[in-house]
């Protein structure tokens, strides 16, 4: 956390007002010990010139430094750190931050102590705001450039952490620390313990003495005090959003790893590489629809895969590995049977997983629940068969088939081996027969739905001119077979022109009864071909159009149009008749392992919005108001819905003595988020419009929107501006429009629903492309929105900002992520330079608010501040009392203007005490005061944090805690 007091000098204050009449000439420094053409030079210089370090004319770059001096230094070089330039000041401060230093308390150990470099790692890390280990520490400032190792070979001893730090060492690491983040502290919350080594992977061999990085490093001038970029490995940089996992299955990380190309130049935006996936457990990555998938893709230098826990009964350490597969360029020739490998730990633990459900009649299109189906689905994969045609015999009940295939296979000695495997055959052939229920189904390339599928499979094996009838087999998916029935009718082709998608749609359309005879068992068969047809090109959806005059099309259309007023008269018919609207809270208990517990005889109480209520885990019944679910489920609704962020507790109130000992460490209250989209207002102005949508489906965009909330706020801003044109294009390595036209049409398209986040970008050829949509209209007012989290190439921003101006189109960009996740320059100059707003969107609370700004930007022509978005301004607020001080701090959105300053008040029954924070880099608001300021005051919990703007309006509030 940030922290600082504010000390006015009088004297210093008269010396700037002097200084800043004066005339400066900057020359570079000269130093007796260090020659203009060092390695060091740079650094030394650019550490002496801004005051950091002391060392005019003579630097003693070899001389050790001591933890005073350190300290000295750092806050020199910190842009938080306002106060006075004394001894105890500095380590108050940076206590308060709870840096890994010794002259805490015994002021002796300030100037007596000698810092290590593994001292410094931690300190730095620190200062970055990481909790780690001295290993951990020293990687953090490989992957930050901050350190190269003495020799270039990156491992822990060849940073030799035992070694003194000296003052050459300190210019130099600070000098390429700041290069690629400001220095200014960000701190700890609690004292250093290596809380956070898990967010940083120790390579291979990181122990040894040998590099970790392949190929090893040009020999080059130096050592850490001189380093070089070109000595920086192939894997630059791993992050893991959690390193230990719940091995009950549904667990899952995020892992980030950034590559650069084997003559260590960095990848362009735009390429995509393919990594096959592999973990010695049973963990699998999943895409971007939670389908399991083997491979996973590069968005430009940096592979993303989103890896779930298998189910365990016991803690295992994993590796999971990525090896290039498909490889054509050279470039990437030297990772070719290399392994990327990341460790992770699976712990089996018991749970009380907590979902909800909120039914609004209001908004009944939002999704606003945090239930998710399940990631894995398997189904066992024919042994030894090779990809291509299998025969298929027979079809029993449940989804299974007898199937064998010619096949050659290798034994347990090695030998090739040339014979039919077969399966289903003979004596228990029914039990010894495979499943395809749940594995992937085709019917030529286009995916199908289950019943489709049995249906296209019976008439080809019991009716068909061929026995056994032929199905093409294939294993994409690990977990999953693939089976695909081929074959498109000569005549349907001829009358759809030849084109395979229209073919493919008539002869699936002919397995469907008569449209009153249609259920919802047809309900995944018809969006099924549905998808086929949404994905036809321009000229393919007029070859089907014209198929039997427009029939086809009319009778598609009519069979969705059926199933999904079916659709909605079964979720109408099991939604309570009780309540006009509802908060829905769903509770299950699982054993260590991920099973769920289905009998188990206890309670819930569930509080929320002010009520309380009990819920029973059930095995049976259905009355919604006597809390009824699944077996094992315990089920509790309120009749209100709360707007915005909210919260339920949930605590088991009466427990299983079968199972006390077993969930003993989850019985206690837990809370869960609850989200429900607020209402947009009215559009309080009207005006025709036309509005462009580029969407970013790269692959970076898995790590800052996995749950596609995207797709979700693009259809509600279609909805709420009803524009007579609207173009939607998906952004990757390119642009392609996905729907254009008036808002009732497009909205009758997917959209973004199904989209899988994938492969490289270049969102400024998306943008390109949809300038050419617009009309010639000079009434109507057009807008772009484009959300991303601006990983792109930049090369064309100065033609495609001529072009938005040249049309009169203005540009508001949206950024998705934080830190790293996020490069917010393209964004920002997008939007400035074309008269639009950027905003930045942490969570579907500040999207919804931005949604509402950018829709009143955009219908009434006026400039809108992103930033009025309540209390989302202020992030991180904290009051806390340390050594006879009280800190109170707290950061507004740097991307916010609004705020002109911070207040903190105390309230209390008999007096009331008020601050205003001082005001750090527009980022930082903090004081620190003597706690003898509150002797007339008791310091309690209401504490409130108020922003105001320049008029004195106030734009947010928060209440805290004090710590």
């Known amino acids: 956390m940030k922290n600082k007091q504010t000390f006015i000098s009088v004297v210093l204050t008269l010396v700037l007002l002097i200084t800043s009449f004066m005339p400066f000439v900057a020359e570079a420094a000269t130093f007796s010990d260090v020659p203009a053409n060092s390695g060091k030079y740079p650094a030394i210089n650019w550490a002496v010139e801004n005051g950091f370090m002391n060392g005019a004319g003579r630097f003693e770059p070899n001389a050790t430094v001591k933890e005073g001096a350190l300290v000295e230094t750092l806050s020199r070089a910190d842009e938080h750190y306002q106060q006075v330039q004394e001894a105890d000041m500095r380590y108050l401060f940076y206590g308060e931050f709870n840096l890994p230093l010794k002259g805490y308390v015994n002021k002796s150990l300030r100037n007596a102590t000698d810092v290590t470099r593994g001292d410094f790692a931690r300190i730095f890390a620190a200062f970055r705001g990481y909790d780690l280990t001295?290993?951990?520490?020293?990687?953090?400032?490989?992957?930050?450039?901050?350190?190269?190792?003495?020799?270039?070979?990156?491992?822990?001893?060849?940073?030799?952490?035992?070694?003194?730090?000296?003052?050459?060492?300190?210019?130099?690491?600070?000098?390429?620390?700041?290069?690629?983040?400001?220095?200014?502290?960000?701190?700890?919350?609690?004292?250093?313990?290596?809380?956070?080594?898990?967010?940083?992977?120790?390579?291979?061999?990181?122990?040894?003495?040998?590099?970790?990085?392949?190929?090893?490093?040009?020999?080059?001038?130096?050592?850490?005090?001189?380093?070089?970029?070109?000595?920086?490995?192939?894997?630059?940089?791993?992050?893991?959003?959690?390193?230990?996992?719940?091995?009950?299955?549904?667990?899952?990380?995020?892992?980030?790893?950034?590559?650069?190309?084997?003559?260590?130049?960095?990848?362009?935006?735009?390429?995509?590489?393919?990594?096959?996936?592999?973990?010695?457990?049973?963990?699998?990555?999943?895409?971007?629809?939670?389908?399991?998938?083997?491979?996973?893709?590069?968005?430009?230098?940096?592979?993303?895969?989103?890896?779930?826990?298998?189910?365990?009964?016991?803690?295992?350490?994993?590796?999971?590995?990525?090896?290039?597969?498909?490889?054509?360029?050279?470039?990437?020739?030297?990772?070719?049977?290399?392994?990327?490998?990341?460790?992770?730990?699976?712990?089996?633990k018991a749970e009380m997983r907590v979902t909800y459900d909120v039914w609004d009649p209001d908004q009944p299109e939002d999704d606003n629940t945090n239930v998710k189906p399940p990631a894995i689905i398997t189904e066992t994969s024919p042994e030894f068969f090779q990809d291509g045609l299998i025969d298929v015999y027979t079809i029993f009940e449940d989804y299974k088939f007898e199937i064998g295939q010619l096949t050659e296979f290798r034994d347990v000695l090695g030998e090739v081996k040339r014979e039919y495997i077969h399966y289903g055959k003979n004596e228990n052939a029914e039990k010894n027969a495979l499943g395809y229920e749940n594995a992937i189904l085709k019917f030529e390339n286009y995916p199908i739905a289950l019943w489709l599928f049995d249906r296209m499979l019976h008439e080809r094996v019991y009716e068909g001119v061929r026995y056994p009838a032929e199905v093409h087999y294939s294993q994409v998916d690990p977990l999953r077979p693939t089976y695909a029935i081929q074959g498109i009718d000569d005549v349907i082709a001829s009358q759809a022109e030849q084109i395979n998608a229209v073919a493919a749609i008539v002869q699936l359309m002919g397995y469907l009864p008569a449209e009153d005879k249609i259920t919802l068992e047809h309900y995944d068969s018809i969006y099924s071909i549905w998808a086929i047809y949404e994905n036809l090109g321009v000229k393919e959806k007029d070859v089907f159009l014209a198929y039997e005059k427009g029939k086809k099309l009319g009778q598609l259309e009519a069979y969705k149009k059926r199933v999904d007023a079916l659709k909605e008269s079964e979720i109408i018919a099991n939604r309570p008749k009780e309540f006009e609207r509802y908060t829905k809270v769903m509770v299950n208990l699982y054993m260590p392992g991920g099973e769920v517990i289905t009998d188990y005889q206890g309670e819930v109480k569930v509080t929320f919005n002010g009520e309380e209520r009990t819920g029973h885990f059930i095995t049976n019944t259905s009355s919604a108001l006597g809390g009824s679910g699944e077996p094992g489920t315990a089920v509790v609704y309120f009749d209100s819905v709360v707007?915005?962020?909210?919260?339920?507790?949930?605590?088991?109130?009466?427990?299983?003595?079968?199972?006390?000992?077993?969930?003993?460490?989850?019985?206690?209250?837990?809370?869960?988020?609850?989200?429900?989209?607020?209402?947009?207002?009215?559009?309080?102005?009207?005006?025709?419009?036309?509005?462009?949508?580029?969407?970013?489906?790269?692959?970076?965009?898995?790590?800052?929107?996995?749950?596609?909330?995207?797709?979700?706020y693009v259809r509600k801003l279609i909805k709420q501006f009803d524009a007579e044109n609207n173009i939607i294009v998906r952004a990757d390595t390119t642009g392609k429009v996905i729907k254009k036209g008036k808002a009732k049409d497009v909205l009758t398209h997917s959209l973004f629903d199904n989209e899988v986040n994938k492969g490289g970008t270049n969102l400024l050829k998306a943008t390109d492309v949809v300038f050419n949509h617009y009309t010639d209209s000079r009434q109507a007012s057009k807008a772009l929105i484009i959300i991303s989290d601006g990983k792109t190439s930049v090369t064309m921003i100065n033609q495609i900002t001529k072009k938005a101006k040249d049309q009169g189109i203005k540009v508001y960009t949206i950024g998705m992520g934080e830190g790293k996740q996020l490069n917010d320059r393209t964004l920002v100059q997008l939007a400035n330079d074309t008269g639009g707003t950027y905003f930045h969107a942490l969570n579907r609370h500040q999207f919804h608010n931005h949604a509402q700004v950018l829709l009143n930007s955009v219908l009434c022509n006026r400039v809108y501040d992103s930033c009025a978005i309540s209390n989302n301004l202020l992030r991180d607020p904290s009051v806390r009392v340390r050594n006879g001080r009280v800190t109170m701090q707290t950061q507004v959105d740097e991307t916010c203007n609004l705020v002109d300053k911070v207040i903190v008040k105390y309230h209390a029954s008999h007096g009331e005490l008020q601050f205003t924070l001082g005001n750090r880099s527009n980022v930082l608001h903090t004081t620190t005061q003597p706690i003898a300021q509150f002797d007339n005051l008791i310091l309690n919990s209401n504490v409130e944090f108020v922003a105001l703007d320049k008029s004195g309006n106030v734009i947010a509030r928060k209440n805290v805690t004090v710590q």
């Open 134 to 348: 001295e290993k951990h520490a020293v990687q953090y400032l490989y992957t930050q450039g901050v350190t190269t190792g003495v020799t270039g070979k990156k491992t822990y001893k060849d940073y030799q952490p035992e070694r003194v730090l000296t003052k050459g060492d300190l210019a130099v690491f600070l000098y390429r620390a700041q290069q690629t983040e400001r220095l200014a502290v960000k701190g700890l919350q609690l004292a250093a313990v290596g809380r956070d080594d898990s967010k940083v992977t120790l390579p291979p061999g990181f122990d040894g003495d040998t590099t970790t990085q392949l190929p090893p490093p040009t020999e080059q001038e130096g050592n850490d005090i001189v380093g070089s970029e070109s000595s920086k490995g192939l894997v630059q940089e791993v992050r893991i959003s959690k390193e230990e996992l719940i091995a009950n299955g549904v667990d899952r990380t995020m892992l980030e790893i950034k590559l650069q190309t084997c003559d260590l130049s960095p990848i362009n935006a735009e390429k995509t590489h393919q990594f096959q996936v592999k973990s010695k457990f049973g963990a699998y990555a999943v895409d971007g629809e939670g389908k399991v998938t083997r491979n996973v893709y590069t968005d430009g230098d940096t592979i993303y895969a989103e890896i779930v826990a298998p189910q365990l009964t016991k803690s295992v350490r994993d590796t999971i590995t990525f090896e290039l597969v498909n490889n054509n360029d050279k470039a990437m020739s030297c990772f070719v049977g290399k392994k990327i490998e990341v460790p992770l730990r699976y712990m089996p």
């Open 643 to 712: 707007y915005g962020e909210s919260n339920a507790t949930v605590e088991i109130v009466k427990g299983d003595k079968e199972y006390d000992k077993m969930l003993k460490d989850i019985t206690g209250p837990q809370q869960v988020d609850i989200y429900t989209d607020p209402r947009f207002a009215t559009n309080s102005c009207t005006r025709a419009t036309e509005i462009g949508f580029v969407v970013d489906y790269s692959g970076s965009m898995q790590a800052v929107d996995p749950d596609n909330s995207r797709a979700h």
